[in-house]
């Protein structure tokens, strides 16, 4: 029977001994041979979030007691690390083979001892090196599932809940968030309270891409605000600091001053393709731009995407075209678009 865990350490079983056996450029090689009479127990520890388990083979006269918390057991021939459930499951079945085992052995001698073969040391450097790094990347994980763990349950708290106002009041400003185009609302942050007792809100929802920190003084993505008034009641909506929402009017929606997205620009591309092919004199030589090669701006709703295509002409000559798009984002249609100078509507 066989049980292979971390580092490159694998423990079997043998007529008339338990072996562990050990090759890892890292962590050192060697081969251990352990006589069933030799060995009084033998321990696990179940693996959890990011620590993991081992199943140790003790000797008599070993009278060590592991801290699992210290990672004693990464560094202990006798011992061999596993993660995972299965694993863990795996680990009792070769502990119950080996006890049974036991049961059948005579009691130990002087005579009998634990054999090292083939032992190569070293490791150790390469070990805390490894062991370091793997604790930041542990810890980076943790880190990275609690965050999640807190927006999974932020998102789960009713919106009226954390604009902190009453349901009823909620639900007559949340028609108006719709109109807007507002998706579902996953963060909020109260951010200041006006003279007036107006408060400001910065919120994040769902497919609008949240604004965040790249570099010092410098940021991307969205910043969307909400002013209520000191009675709860809706006053102005910007999106990138332009009004969509004021004065009790409408007066657009969110995705004219969201930052370009890339869904955006994939639609803008696929349409200027598909409409210049239709114009070429020899379609199928098209080469069209990079996708990094166009040039993009965005302006109350409208995009424009200026691109070029080269293909062959009636004498087989390439030449290039260029064109520009003009598409209503707030409608999700095409307006109008620009071959070399010369500008054909869209019905």
Do not use: H
Not at 62 to 71: A, H, L, Q, T, V
Not at 115 to 134: E, P, R, S
Not at 172 to 201: A, H, M, Q, R, W
Not at 309 to 324: C, E, H, K, L, P
């Amino acid at each position: 029977m066989n049980f292979k865990g971390n580092t490159g350490k694998i423990i079997t079983t043998e007529e008339e001994y338990v072996v562990i056996k050990q090759k890892s450029f890292a962590f050192g090689s060697y081969e251990k041979k352990i006589p069933y009479s030799r060995i009084k127990s033998i321990e696990i520890e179940e693996p959890n979030m990011g620590t993991a388990g081992y199943i140790r083979i003790v000797e008599f006269g070993d009278e060590r007691i592991f801290n699992k918390k210290k990672g004693e057991a990464a560094l202990d021939d006798d011992s061999v690390l596993f993660n995972g459930k299965k694993n863990y499951n795996l680990a009792k079945d070769f502990k119950e083979f080996v006890e049974s085992k036991l049961s059948n052995s005579d009691e130990t001698s002087d005579s009998e001892k634990s054999v090292y073969t083939k032992k190569k040391k070293g490791g150790k450097l390469k070990f805390v090196i490894f062991a370091v790094i793997a604790f930041i990347i542990v810890q980076c994980n943790i880190s990275n599932a609690n965050k999640k763990k807190e927006a999974i349950k932020e998102s789960q708290i009713p919106a009226y809940e954390r604009f902190g106002i009453s349901e009823n009041d909620y639900a007559e400003i949340s028609p108006i968030f719709e109109k807007c185009g507002f998706t579902k609302i996953t963060k909020v942050e109260k951010e200041d309270e006006l003279n007036d007792g107006t408060i400001s809100y910065y919120i994040e929802m769902e497919g609008v891409k949240p604004n965040k920190v790249i570099s010092v003084g410098k940021t991307e993505g969205n910043i969307i605000t909400v002013y209520l008034t000191k009675d709860n009641k809706l006053s102005e909506i910007l999106v990138n600091f332009s009004p969509v929402y004021k004065n009790g009017k409408i007066l657009n929606k969110i995705e004219a001053f969201t930052e370009l997205s890339l869904e955006e620009k994939t639609a803008c591309q696929m349409i200027c393709e598909s409409s210049i092919k239709k114009m070429l004199k020899s379609p199928a030589t098209a080469k069209f731009c990079d996708y990094l090669d166009y040039r993009w701006s965005k302006e109350n709703g409208i995009i424009k995407a200026q691109g070029y295509v080269d293909s062959q002409n009636g004498f087989g000559a390439m030449v290039r075209t260029n064109y520009i798009l003009t598409y209503d984002c707030v409608k999700q249609k095409a307006v109008s678009i620009n071959v070399d100078g010369t500008k054909y509507n869209y019905e």
